[in-house]
């Protein structure tokens, strides 16, 4: 039987890094997190301002995902669920657009709503029947194709596409040209049909937070940037060094290719997003639902009231109202912009909701292009260093937890 290495420095403490770190030290081995930023989560992050729990970016948990849903606690973490559909502003009003197969009780409004035809709605069911019938293994030998023309090649029309794709995958792949690669496409389509979009009761941020609490108060050291690595080694910022027995680089993909010259990827493109907080006096939705923007124009991708779904989102008596725009625009105006452009949708009110932070993001999501050929490794060694990260899998929760648990189980093999 392999002996568990002792130490294991491993540079970045995201949802990778805290996975690999867990899988080691409950095998036996001596994790080390160093961590550049004041605390754990990597792009996972949620803060507190004002009472209200603000996550970085609009994010949800898919209550699906199996690796990560067999590691994680997710009794522990609360989560609350969103209802399986959303409202598409479009024409003037919100219009209800749902799974009728989970929610029957609308199924008359989302047949007659102006989101594509009768025949679109039928597709999408006729999708939904073949995806949940797909492994991933399935999926992964599937041709990849952009989402858009995978979409096309299913028969759907661009009106469907155009009005409702675009929006609600806008906010999933921070990109509306649908360019993603059609296998990120049909994995996440199987995850939201198998299960729901959640948010922990607490935040986003108690995810990795979970994971910290299941390794030793020494195994994370925070505030420690690293400007080297080698092959049981680790420089940092401050000019002193650590040593190890292997080196695990879970940093994002521009700190990875800086790190480790001999990574074959270049520096990635990135997709940014900008997130808005508003505070009310009262939830303009009134349900756990996502509002999406089905016209094609405008600064808004989406909207959801984060405390219709987890209510220790805000404060008692008062309402957590997200919005997304994607990319990251240097508008001055911009809360003013967003206002003017959201009264049409909930007329006057809009005007009293208390601005509370806008977080421009721009690494936000790697791109994920489709690929030609089999999916690649969940992660790499170089030189004596292994790499993982969700760039090396699937820009996703689950995406990052497998890489982690990979990448400590190659280091342990």
């Known amino acids: 039987m392999t002996r568990p290495m002792k130490r294991v420095l491993i540079v970045g403490g995201g949802l990778a890094g805290l996975a690999c770190a867990v899988r080691l030290h409950e095998r036996g081995a001596w994790p080390l997190i160093v961590e550049a930023s004041d605390d754990v989560g990597g792009r996972v992050r949620t803060d507190v301002v004002d009472g209200f729990r603000l996550d970085r970016g609009f994010q949800v948990y898919l209550d699906a995902y199996p690796e990560a849903g067999n590691f994680l606690d997710l009794p522990r973490l609360g989560l609350r669920p969103f209802k399986p559909g959303a409202l598409v502003y479009l024409d003037g009003r919100l219009h209800r657009v749902m799974d009728v197969f989970r929610d029957p009780r609308h199924l008359l409004a989302s047949a007659l709503a102006p989101v594509g035809s009768l025949a679109d709605k039928l597709r999408v069911a006729a999708l939904k029947w073949r995806i949940s019938r797909s492994t991933l293994a399935d999926i992964a030998g599937r041709e990849d194709l952009t989402t858009e023309a995978y979409l096309g090649r299913a028969g759907f029309s661009r009106r469907m596409i155009d009005v409702f794709f675009r929006s609600f995958y806008g906010g999933i792949f921070l990109e509306r040209d649908l360019r993603t690669s059609s296998r990120m496409f049909e994995s996440t389509f199987q995850m939201f049909s198998q299960g729901s979009a959640t948010l922990p009761g607490q935040g986003m941020q ?17 505030g420690a940037r690293v400007t080297e690595v080698q092959p049981g080694k680790i420089t940092l910022a401050s000019g002193g060094s650590l040593g190890g027995d292997a080196v695990v680089v879970a940093a994002d993909a521009t700190t990875a290719a800086r790190l480790i010259p001999g990574l074959a990827t270049q520096e990635p493109d990135w997709r ?19 509002a999406l923007n089905g016209t094609g124009r405008g600064l808004v991708n989406n909207v959801c009231v984060l405390s219709d779904v987890a209510p220790d989102y805000a404060p008692p008596g008062q309402a957590l109202i997200s919005i997304s725009v994607l990319g990251a625009p240097a508008i001055s105006d911009l809360e003013a912009q967003i206002i003017a452009e959201l009264e049409p949708w909930f007329g006057p009110e809009v005007r009293g909701w208390r601005h509370l932070r806008t977080d421009r993001i721009e690494r936000a999501l790697p791109e994920q292009p489709p690929i030609s050929g089999p999916p690649g490794s969940s992660f790499r060694e170089i030189d004596g260093v292994f790499v993982c990260g969700d760039h090396l899998t699937s820009a996703s929760i689950e995406g990052a937890i497998i890489s982690g648990l990979r990448t400590a189980d190659a280091v342990l093999g």
């Not at 609490?213 to 050291?221: E, F, G, K, Q």
């Not at 940014?272 to 996502?290: N, Q």
């Open 272 to 290: 940014g997003v900008t997130g808005l907080y508003f505070a009310a006096g009262k939830s303009p939705l009134r349900e756990a639902i996502i």
């Open 206 to 222: 108690e995810i990795p937070r979970q994971l910290a609490r299941r390794l030793p108060a020494d195994a994370i050291r925070c």
